[in-house]
């Protein structure tokens, strides 16, 4: 069966389960499986998927690479239940630079994030 659209997701990073990360540090430069960033390769959207072991808030980037990233609350800025799982849709530009972070330390039970070039 077709994709609607024509496009595939692409696995644009994933966190090991069981990685400690710490509070206001980038998730994916300093835990990804690339150790990077994430530049976005065209308009689209990133999906994540997220699970944490304690409550906190999750925040993205669209411009971690500079000086004085901004970080934006997702869950309408209201910490994740520990233990749960959400799933968060971010539009993004070509050429964003992409990361996360969360407000406290925690131990990371799911991260996966998935690239669609559109919808």
């Given at each position: ?11 644009a990073?994933?966190?090991?389960a ?11 430069a300093?835990y ?6 994430y530049?976005?390769p065209?308009?689209?959207?990133l999906n994540?998927a997220v699970?944490?072991?304690a409550a906190?808030?999750?925040?993205v980037a669209h411009?971690?690479s500079?000086?004085t ?9 209201a910490?994740l239940n520990?233990n749960?799982?959400?799933a968060?849709?971010?539009p993004?530009?070509?050429?964003d630079?992409i990361?996360?972070?969360?407000s406290?330390s ?6 996966e994030l998935f690239?669609?070039d559109?919808?």
């Amino acid at each position: 069966m077709p994709i609607l659209g024509g496009t595939h997701p692409i696995t644009a990073n994933t966190v090991a389960a069981g990685t400690a990360a710490a509070a206001t540090t980038p998730i994916l430069a300093n835990y990804g499986a690339t150790k990077a960033h994430y530049t976005v390769p065209a308009n689209g959207t990133l999906n994540v998927a997220v699970a944490l072991s304690a409550a906190a808030t999750l925040s993205v980037a669209h411009n971690a690479s500079s000086g004085t990233p901004s970080y934006n609350a997702l869950n309408a800025g209201a910490s994740l239940n520990a233990n749960a799982e959400y799933a968060f849709s971010v539009p993004v530009l070509a050429g964003d630079v992409i990361d996360f972070q969360v407000s406290s330390s925690v131990t990371i039970n799911v991260f996966e994030l998935f690239f669609v070039d559109r919808q």
